[in-house]
């Protein structure tokens, strides 16, 4: 297989592209019912200037995708890009979510300097941005002293990657750290002051309610948005969502408030499960299922065949209107010892894990338009929109979701850029050589 040759020219049409009607902009302009449609699309400087049936595009040199699926840029809503690949100097013991978390406060202590970060946080978003991903949201360990360090590493990879990743960064620290009211004032305002989005990972407390109070009215007075790790185990006891949900309800948040994770919902009795999804929906919460984290940290027993999967209850939150989002989560670091920042991975597991095919449909705005949408970035494919797509061999979902398709095109502007990651050994000297 050969990738397509691009014309140098401005203009350009992209012949017999395969697009999910539910990643345009205007499906209904194109004729048929499947979830997919066949089209031309015509590029002129960077932009799409026209997307027509397929056979009736005109002008220019024409790139014939043969029915290549093309879809928009990726968008990966929840990741760790402070944490990433540190499993070579600091791996999991056991797999299991108590000893990441040991195991990554330790790395942390001995590491995370300013070089050590910023070459991790590069190094991912150089995987990221070749795989065709254009817009990152990255949670930063932010207890006071590495937020000090962490922080204005994040603004300068933003600043680095302008134009190529739009980057967001969120506050991650334990829920019971608001217990300090001045300490979560402190954090708020430093948040604020970085650009930042407010958040916390919840744990049951007997003042849960009034810690996520706080954490809103924080975010509130700033016009922060907030995100949370919520829920994150086995434990059908730990119910944080609907505490969650009824703190947005009661405050009237008028920000985006995500929700990632909410492991333990798919735990719990259904009338349980289905009262909390309803005060989600009323709240307006978004859900981010992390379905490769999920799937290694939950239910690991050692030696002890897992019996669940992981997964929050993506059809029945999809079902009630809640937007549903999935993302990588961890990457090579204690909390999952895998993965690549490919949002096509992201999804294609997502996919398998939960079923969520026959008809893939609205599924394929998980990576997508949904997450792009909570990020304030437009991605549907429209007339107008910039030519950032990924474009695969791959022209149905059979095809897409049964090969890895590495040998996909990123179209940056309307150019395919170098698609190329990064070799592990470059991280050997941050990581001491550990092969
Ligand atoms: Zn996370």
Wanted: negative net charge; contains cysteine; hydrophobic residues 40%.
């Amino acid at each position: 297989m050969t990738a397509p040759t691009f014309p140098s020219e401005p203009a350009y049409l992209l012949r017999n592209a395969t697009v999910a009607r539910t990643l345009l902009a205007q499906p209904q302009s194109y004729p048929g019912d499947g979830e997919t449609v066949r089209l031309d699309i015509a590029v002129d400087r960077g932009r799409i200037a026209q997307i027509t049936p397929a056979g009736t595009g005109a002008g220019g040199p024409q790139v014939d995708l043969d029915g290549g699926m093309v879809w928009p840029c990726f968008t990966d809503i929840h990741t760790h890009l402070d944490k990433g690949h540190i499993w070579p100097r600091s791996p999991n013991p056991n797999g299991r979510h108590a000893s990441a978390l040991t195991a990554v406060a330790a790395d942390r202590t001995a590491h995370w300097s300013t070089a050590d970060v910023a070459a991790r946080m590069r190094f991912g978003l150089r995987c990221a941005y070749a795989h065709g991903t254009r817009a990152v949201r990255t949670h930063i360990d932010s207890t006071s002293e590495q937020g000090e360090i962490s922080w204005p590493v994040l603004a300068a990879m933003r600043a680095e990657w302008e134009g190529r990743v739009a980057l967001q960064g969120v506050s991650l620290i334990a829920i019971a750290a608001f217990r300090d009211e001045d300490g979560g004032m402190r954090l708020a305002d430093f948040v604020a002051r970085h650009g930042g989005i407010l958040g916390a990972a919840t744990t049951i407390e007997p003042d849960l309610d009034v810690l996520l109070d706080r954490v809103f009215a924080l975010a509130q007075a700033r016009d922060l948005d907030i995100d949370f790790h919520v829920d994150e185990t086995n434990d059908p006891q730990s119910r944080s969502l609907a505490h969650i949900a009824l703190v947005a309800i009661k405050r009237r948040f008028s920000g985006q408030v995500v929700v990632g994770h909410c492991c333990s919902l798919a735990l719990q009795p259904a009338t349980e499960a289905d009262r909390t999804m309803d005060l989600v929906a009323e709240a307006g919460l978004a859900v981010v299922s992390l379905p490769m984290c999920n799937l290694y940290l939950m239910d690991r027993a050692g030696g002890r065949t897992p019996r669940w999967r992981g997964v929050t209850l993506l059809h029945e939150l999809a079902a009630r209107g809640i937007r549903t989002m999935a993302a990588s989560d961890n990457c090579r670091d204690p909390f999952y010892a895998y993965g690549d920042h490919d949002a096509l991975e992201v999804f294609t597991q997502a996919v398998r894990i939960a079923h969520l095919d026959h008809p893939v449909g609205e599924w394929a705005r998980l990576v997508t338009v949904t997450p792009a949408a909570v990020m304030g970035i437009e991605s549907q494919v429209a007339e107008g929109s910039p030519v950032d797509l990924v474009l695969f061999r791959a022209r149905n979902y059979s095809e897409l979701l049964s090969r890895s398709q590495h040998d996909r095109t990123v179209l940056r502007g309307g150019m395919p850029i170098d698609t190329t990651t990064p070799d592990y050994r470059e991280l050997d000297p941050v990581l001491g050589a550990h092969p």
